[in-house]
């Protein structure tokens, strides 16, 4: 058995050897001219993948740490939260835990939400933001986000706060055009960074929301964070190494072609879609299918632990089904830095294990 499984997991992803070896510099204090250097020097990359001129927010923290910000700075008093898996359904507990109201419009596991399911939820409630997951991790369900951003234009005045955890650096997201407020993702998806540090994109009427909503707390404060932001510096100590790792793996996404970037990961996708549909069954409903991740309905009733342990002994891992899907479902990561070779690699060692 190698000492390393190449990770094929919805998260943490496969870290390249120039990115981890960043972390192991050494440490500069974070109020020192070179690490404003640093922070400045990672931003307009960012934005350049974002396609956005909005502030950029890196966080010492994971995804999570960002969707509690969203709901604390940007949710007055109710929030419309599309659930449609677990991560969604965290966003939702997460608003409440800050004493926000919630409304949840819910639908089965493995869909994905259209333009029309999000214009009908705000006809029916008067709301001051919705929480939407673009791409929810549990069941690899993709929403149409920028079906939805249209009918978001028609209602300035509700935030529109988005996970995009398992979709950002992966696929083509323009937050400008599609008028997103908080635009959150944690680093160790398709970012390909090692978990620890998570990054947002605020627009500036989210910053003029989070001006009127009392107790957004101190440490994802937003306000504290526009503070600083002119000088590229953080309220609170970063994680350094981080910022270091990430400098230099945004360097290698630009590098590479945005175009190019999520190119690979759709033909990635469609790889493991085709192999799905071959010998299983592909979960999530056609047409909400996720570029970074495919979630497979296991038709055979295979023991995914066991396939698990063999593929550990070709040096591979991939993800079981997420929570009530356990079992019954197994998921394949296509995002990051994992190439169609590698892919090719995982599916015919899957093929060789099970005797297709």
């Known amino acids: 058995m190698t000492d390393h499984r190449k990770l094929f997991i919805p998260g943490p992803t496969e870290v390249l050897p120039e990115v981890r070896a960043e972390l192991s510099r050494p440490m500069i204090g974070h109020r020192f001219p070179e ?17 956005t001129k909005n502030m950029i927010y890196l966080s010492t923290s994971s995804g999570t740490g960002l969707m509690e910000a969203a709901v604390r700075n940007c949710v007055r008093e109710t929030c419309l939260c599309f659930v449609n898996g677990a991560f969604s359904k965290r966003f939702m507990q997460i608003a409440e835990s800050n004493g926000k ?3 949840p419009v819910e639908i089965d596991w493995g869909k994905g939400f259209s333009a029309r399911m999000v214009e009908q939820a705000l006809e029916q409630h008067e709301v001051d933001a919705i929480a939407l997951v673009h791409n929810e991790t549990s069941t690899a369900a993709m929403s149409d986000i920028y079906g939805i951003a249209g009918v978001m234009k028609k209602h300035p005045e509700v935030s529109f706060l988005v996970d995009m955890v398992s979709s950002m650096a992966g696929v083509k997201l323009e937050i400008d055009e599609l008028g997103v407020d908080v635009a959150l993702a944690s680093g160790q998806k398709a970012l390909a960074l090692p978990p620890g540090i998570a990054v947002a994109a605020i627009s500036g009427r989210a910053l003029e929301k989070a001006r009127t909503v009392q107790n957004r707390g101190f440490y994802f404060d937003f306000l504290n964070v526009e503070k600083n932001y002119a000088k590229n510096q953080t309220h609170i100590t970063p994680t350094i190494p981080h910022l270091y790792a990430m400098k230099k793996q945004m360097e290698l996404i630009i590098d590479e072609g945005l175009e190019n970037r999520w190119q690979r990961h759709h033909q990635m996708a469609e790889r493991v879609r085709a192999w799905a549909g071959e010998h299983f069954e592909v979960f999530t409903e056609e047409g909400y299918r996720s570029e970074t991740l495919t979630c497979i309905t296991n038709t055979r009733n295979i023991n995914i632990s066991e396939m698990n342990k063999k593929l550990a002994e070709r040096g591979m891992v991939l993800g079981n089904g997420y929570g009530q899907l356990k079992d019954k479902t ?11 070779a590698d892919i090719e690699e995982l599916l015919g060692a899957i093929d060789e294990i099970l005797g297709h």
């Open 330 to 340: 197994f998921r394949i990561a296509h995002m990051g830095e994992l190439t169609l």
């Open 101 to 103: 109201k919630t409304i």
């Open 35 to 51: 690490c404003a250097e640093l922070i400045g020097s990672i931003i307009p990359l960012v934005q350049h993948m974002l396609y």
